[in-house]
């Protein structure tokens, strides 16, 4: 039976980018969550005025990688300890926020948070845990966006190290 995780954690093409690559990923959709505006577009949620993040929505087999595999991998490749931001993207839509869908998902997110992300950080940790509500697909550009334009200077500055650190101390969950 196939699950779905919501996260963000800063700009979502990085996690796009790294989710597309992790055994029993099935879908990963980058998109906005956390927000009142209906069907956001892009512009509206770089505004910051939406309320939205972005984030990707992953279809995944729990059965070959975990709810719990897919947080650490979160943590460890994106900065959780910087508010409002991912880098130069400064805003509360590049917020770091897991928005989980169910208690289960809750009490995961909550213990892998305090067992696994605050000791791997030399600051605290800002992710906020939130009940999902609605998730909105970001427009077909930003679908799989490092793999259509992996020679962007964008992918080869800021995408690639997260890359590089995900398949360092994630390799075995690389999908062959």
């Known amino acids: 039976m196939i699950e779905v995780a919501t996260l963000a954690g800063g700009c979502f093409w990085c996690h796009d980018a790294i989710y597309r690559r992790a055994k029993g990923v099935v879908t990963v959709t980058s998109g906005y969550s956390g927000g009142n505006t209906k069907n956001p577009s892009y512009e509206e949620v770089c505004t910051g ?45 590049y917020r770091s926020e897991v928005f989980y869908h169910s208690d289960e998902q809750y009490k995961t997110a909550e213990k892998v948070m305090k067992e696994y992300a605050e000791p791997l950080w030399d600051n605290e ?52």
């Open 49 to 93: 005025n939406s309320g939205h993040a972005e984030c990707v929505q992953i279809e995944f087999d729990p059965s070959t990688i975990t709810y719990e595999v897919l947080l650490k991998i979160f943590w460890a490749t994106h900065d959780p300890t910087q508010l409002n931001r991912d880098g130069a993207n400064v805003g509360t839509q």
């Open 125 to 176: 940790v800002v992710t906020k845990l939130s009940a999902f509500s609605t998730f909105y697909p970001a427009e077909d550009y930003h679908q799989d966006y490092y793999n259509k334009n992996v020679s962007a200077g964008y992918c080869q500055v800021i995408i690639n190290p997260k890359l590089s650190k995900f398949s360092s101390t994630f390799s075995e969950w690389l999908d062959d």
